[in-house]
C-alpha cells in the first residue's frame, strides 16, 4: 500500500523467531503482538498515530491520502472484500500455512479440513473474479489484502490453474511495480 500511494517510509522488522513481537516498545503499537504495524508521524491534527492490524492500516491510508477506497456504494463493495480477506481468507490460509508446513507432525484432519477451506475461499474470490478484472472493480485496498495470501498458494496447496480468473487477477496484480517493491519488503 505505502509503494501504491508513492508515500515515504522506513521499516523496522520484527523478527518473530526472536519473539521481538513480545518487546514492550513494540507491543506499545501493535497490543496484539502482531504485525504489520503502523506508526504515522504525521497523522490525524499533525499528531503520531500507531495503527495495527492491516485492514485498519489500509483503511487509514486510503483515508489520508484519497486513494484506492471510493466514495458511494463502490466503497462498501471494497470494505466488504476487505473483510472477506480479515475475516476468512486471511485467517483460514494462516491455518493452512500452519497445519500443511509447519506442524511438528502430520495431523491428516487438520490438513484436510484447511485444504477443504482454501479451495471454497478460493472458490469465491473465483466466482467474484469472474465478473470484473479486481475484486471490487477497480483496484482498491481489497485486493492490496488479498493478494500476499494469493501468493502463497502453494502453501496452500492450491493450484491457481483450476481458478483461472483468481489466476488471471493474480497476475495482473503481481504485474504491478508497486506491487513487486512491497513484496520485495524487508528484503
Not at 485498519?56 to 471494497?78: C, F, M, N, Q, S
Not at 492450491?158 to 524487508?186: C, E, K, N, S, T
Request: overall charge negative; charged content about 20%; proline content about 9%.
Amino acid at each position: 500500500m505505502l509503494e501504491e500511494l508513492a508515500l515515504p517510509y522506513q521499516v523496522q522488522p520484527v523478527d518473530i523467531t526472536r519473539n521481538e513481537q513480545f518487546a514492550p516498545a513494540f507491543l506499545a503499537i501493535s497490543p496484539n503482538n502482531k504485525i504489520p504495524a503502523l506508526v504515522d508521524s504525521d497523522g490525524p491534527d499533525g499528531q503520531p498515530l500507531a495503527l495495527f492490524e492491516s485492514g485498519a492500516i489500509l483503511i487509514y491510508l486510503a483515508e489520508k491520502t484519497g486513494r484506492l477506497l471510493p466514495d458511494g456504494a463502490a466503497r462498501y463493495a471494497v470494505l466488504q472484500w476487505l473483510m472477506f480477506q480479515m475475516g476468512g481468507f486471511g485467517p483460514m490460509l494462516g491455518q493452512a500455512h500452519h497445519f500443511l508446513r509447519f506442524a511438528p507432525e502430520p495431523l491428516p484432519y487438520a490438513q484436510q479440513r484447511y485444504r477443504a477451506e482454501a479451495r471454497r475461499l478460493y472458490g469465491v474470490l473465483e466466482q467474484q473474479l469472474a465478473e470484473q478484472r479486481f475484486v471490487a472493480g477497480d483496484y482498491s485496498i481489497a485486493d492490496i489484502a488479498l493478494f500476499p495470501w494469493a501468493a502463497r498458494h502453494e502453501w496452500q496447496d492450491i493450484d491457481l490453474a483450476d481458478f483461472p480468473q483468481v489466476q488471471r487477477w493474480y497476475h495482473d496484480v503481481a504485474a504491478r511495480p508497486a506491487v513487486q517493491r512491497g513484496m520485495a519488503v524487508p528484503a
